[in-house]
């Protein structure tokens, strides 16, 4: 029996040790979390545009064309009750925030990260924003949801003094710069079937509370939302469901009538979006980012000669 | 908890402590730390299931003995008669109720009486309980028949029916083997307990690797079926037939690798099914603990074989349709079981079921080319039975099946993991190349430097951890 013991021990006390080494290890190495947490930390008393929300927005809003300070704070896959999370975080910061901008997508309203594939990124909240939603340890430690390879793959980064940050200054996505561009017939179909069927109906009610939050927060703020529905290629558009997406902008619209100060945008059709702007049938590129960038800053602009205009009636 | 979760490997270290080092080798507390534990891992999937498995196991202890202590056979035959109402009756009430209601509509419908409000209850499933249920009727049929004494000793027998590692998936456990355990005093063997190590490790490689990993392709194909062509349906069908082996015979080797920590034998559940040469030698090598508990409790009562055709006819389709619908309560799963008695019924009447009784090339490292065709045709039928298994109803498993058997069969396949069926190809090399012991890591008992044993264990587990996938479901715990 104790012999037994012993060799138990002896045999994953390596394993052990790889395991508490890594964690160490992998939480020094700066990423895109730490990073954009550590901005807003030091600057968020500078920032006058905030970018929110998913991929969407994380490739398709690059803060460098925008007129004002602005900073891109939306993470893969984030959902909106991380976006309500960051706001609530910081707003105590955001003296000078005018705007907020956020994608509402096809998928938005009936998804939340946890039950999404990507349900493991809900611990880079818990480790580098210090978000105390989850207690178990899937959702608390790097090593649990990474595979060795990719644990060793991080310890030799480290070692050799790279980090794993993959957005510029500002927080703009920078993994689709300069990569060739996916089969937009085959990625927008994929997509589709793949949003329709990780969508939940039943998450509606939680996710029009969160929306509602968001704008009650930035009503207090004295912040002006915009929120848009990214563009998409047409193979993308084809095989949505209507009647999700038809739910998706009633219960935008329900929401949206009790707040005066919020502006939507639907630019999923918009024809100013070619080919060549996506990187696939539902991210654009970076030449697609600059053009979504300089479209919301005409608004913004434009927005601000009403208000001005407003102020002195 | 699932065996592959962070709590269940944090609570068997501490039941394992508590077994060996707390009881100071006492046979009563070792059993009362069993029951304790055994009834926390089935409360934590849901405290209101340990009721039910309380009331069951009351009423078939309390039967037992009874029974044991009546000699007039009309009542011996009530007595045995409430312990089967009862466990069949929290069957089928749990799980066929709302099957029957909404069938019973639609005949009524059929026949121009519709019914519009069928009586329908949101009921939840108790995990187990098509296991458990069968294991506490084989103690009171068992008492019934005079091959078994009951027991006095509650704890024992409360221990006996909620055993956690057999408890929610199996293997189905007969009182004459694994309750006269629990009257015995355990002694630690060292060699028991690693290779039970070993089992689990190889259990939780199946389960983790083999099983998560088809059902990622799987779900996907069956999910859009009709986009697919012949050849795409055909691999989906054969992935389904390795996860739902390595997702239940995974779990069986964690079951029995985790009894072989605390001392306790279970009964062998899978004995390398797809290495039959033939459906009969299937049926003798798959879920092995149910087969046989309908063999000894419904099939030889009817009549058996020994009989004449048209009553063998009879009982093997009674057999295979019960069977498929033990499994739930759907007509793809009777659709299985029939599949299965057509299968297996030309072998029982030309008297050919018991041709393959050994292993598979017993003296030869491989197969020969008739061994070969054997076994990818036993491997064939099982696929094509599998996807009544795995289909949400009829209509949709047939159209899967005609699509496969139409001439886009030849056309290129659209889903091909190649890397992934190169790791099932490795993974069938490895099963067969140890097709002759209990399970595939049990060579590692033989004399071999500790660093290679480790080495290979090393190399299982970094498999598991690379190669896994998104944590799936247990099958079988939805039966």
Redesign the interface.
């Known amino acids: 029996?104790i012999?037994?013991i012993y060799?138990?021990v002896v045999?994953t006390f390596p394993?052990l040790i790889f395991i508490c080494f890594s964690e160490f290890i992998i939480k020094q190495i700066p990423n895109d979390y730490s990073y954009k947490n550590e901005y807003l930390t030091k600057n968020a008393q500078h920032i006058q545009i905030l970018i929110l929300g998913s991929s969407h927005s994380f490739f398709g809003i690059n803060p460098k064309y925008f007129s004002k300070n602005s900073f891109n704070a939306a993470h893969v896959s984030q959902s909106l009750k991380y976006d309500l999370f960051i706001l609530k975080k910081f707003k105590k910061n955001f003296s000078n925030l005018k705007v907020l901008i956020l994608p509402i997508s096809y998928f938005t309203l009936f998804t939340q990260l946890e039950d999404g594939?990507e349900h493991w990124r809900a611990k880079y909240y818990s480790l580098y924003y210090n978000c105390r939603y989850h207690s178990?340890?899937?959702y608390n430690t790097e090593v649990?949801t990474s595979?060795?390879?990719t644990i060793i793959e991080l310890l030799i980064k480290y070692f050799n003094g790279e980090n794993n940050i993959t957005v510029s200054n500002l927080g703009f996505g920078l993994s689709y710069t300069n990569t060739a561009q996916s089969d937009l017939r085959k990625s927008g179909i994929s997509a589709a079937?793949r949003h329709t069927?990780n969508s939940n109906m039943n998450l509606l009610d939680t996710n029009l509370k969160l929306l509602s939050n968001i704008f009650t927060e930035c009503d207090k703020m004295g912040v002006h939302p915009i929120i848009f529905t990214p563009p998409a290629w047409k193979s993308y558009r084809d095989n949505i469901d209507i009647k999700q997406f038809s739910m998706m902008k009633t219960s935008l619209a329900s929401v949206l009538k009790k707040y005066a100060n919020v502006k939507y945008y639907d630019f999923m059709e918009d024809d100013r979006f070619h080919k060549v702007d996506y990187k696939d049938a539902d991210h654009l590129n970076d030449i697609g980012a600059k053009k979504l960038t300089r479209i919301l800053d005409e608004i913004i602009q434009t927005n601000d000669k009403i208000y001005i205009k407003n102020l002195f009636r | 908890m699932t065996f592959n979760s962070?709590e269940f490997a944090i609570f068997l270290p501490i039941v394992f402590v508590l077994y060996?080092f707390v009881s100071y080798k006492n046979k009563r507390i070792q059993n009362l730390i069993l029951l304790v534990s055994s009834y926390f891992f089935y409360g934590w999937w849901d405290w209101r299931f340990l009721l039910l498995i309380a009331f069951s196991s009351c009423v078939d202890y309390t039967v037992g003995i009874v029974i044991n202590g009546t000699k007039k056979e009309s009542n011996r035959k009530l007595l045995l008669a409430t312990s089967i109402v009862t466990n069949i009756g929290l069957l089928a009430f749990f799980k066929y109720f709302n099957f029957f209601a909404q069938n019973f509509q639609k005949a009524f419908t059929f026949f121009g009486c519709p019914i519009t409000d069928p009586m329908v209850f949101d009921i939840i499933l108790p995990v187990g309980i098509s296991f458990y249920t069968f294991q506490t009727l084989s103690y009171t049929i068992d008492i019934y028949r005079g091959k078994l004494q009951p027991t006095r000793d509650m704890i024992a027998f409360f221990a006996f029916v909620s055993f956690f590692p057999q408890l929610v998936a199996g293997p189905i456990e007969r009182a004459t083997h694994l309750l006269t355990q629990f009257h015995q005093n355990k002694t630690?063997i060292?060699g028991q307990?690693?290779d039970g190590?070993r089992q689990i490790l190889w259990g939780l490689f199946k389960k983790i690797v083999i099983a998560d990993n088809c059902a990622i392709f799987v779900n996907d194909i069956f999910?859009?079926y009709h986009t697919y062509s012949g050849s795409t349906l055909l691999i989906g069908a054969m992935l389904f037939a390795f996860q739902i082996y390595g997702d239940f015979s995974g779990y069986s080797d964690i079951a029995i690798g985790t009894s072989r920590l605390f001392g306790y034998h279970l009964k062998r559940n899978f004995n390398f099914p797809y290495f039959s040469r033939d459906i009969a030698e299937f049926w003798r090598r798959w879920h092995i603990s149910l087969s046989t508990w309908f063999r000894d409790y419904v099939y030889i009562p009817l009549g058996g074989s020994r009989c004449t055709n048209i009553v063998l006819v009879r009982n093997v389709f009674i057999i295979f349709i019960v069977s498929g619908f033990w499994h739930g309560a759907n007509w793809t799963f009777i659709a299985w079981g029939t599949i299965h008695a057509i299968y297996i019924l030309p072998y029982l009447l030309l008297k050919t079921h018991r041709k393959h009784t050994n292993t598979v090339a017993e003296n030869a490292w491989l197969p020969n080319f008739t061994e070969i065709w054997q076994m990818g045709i036993t491997f064939l039928l099982v696929s094509i039975a599998w996807v009544f298994f795995r289909s949400e109803s009829i209509t949709k498993a047939f159209i899967y099946i005609s699509e496969i058997f139409s001439a886009s069969l030849f056309s290129p396949a659209e889903v091909f993991p190649k890397r992934f069926l190169l790791l099932i190809f490795l993974f069938v090399c490895v099963e067969w190349f140890q097709r002759k012991r209990q399970h595939a890591l049990e060579f590692c008992q033989i004399k071999m430097p500790l660093w290679t044993r480790?080495g290979i264990?090393y190399v299982v587990?970094?498999m598991i951890?690379?190669l896994g996938a998104?944590q799936q479901e247990f099958i079988y715990f939805q039966f």
Do not use: D, G, S, T
Request: proline letters at 3%; glycine letters at 0%.
């Open positions: 029996m012999r037994f060799k138990i045999f394993i594939q178990n340890l899937m649990m595979k060795p390879l079937k069927k | 962070i060996w630690f060292y307990a690693v190590m999910a859009c480790w264990y587990i970094f951890w690379q998104e």
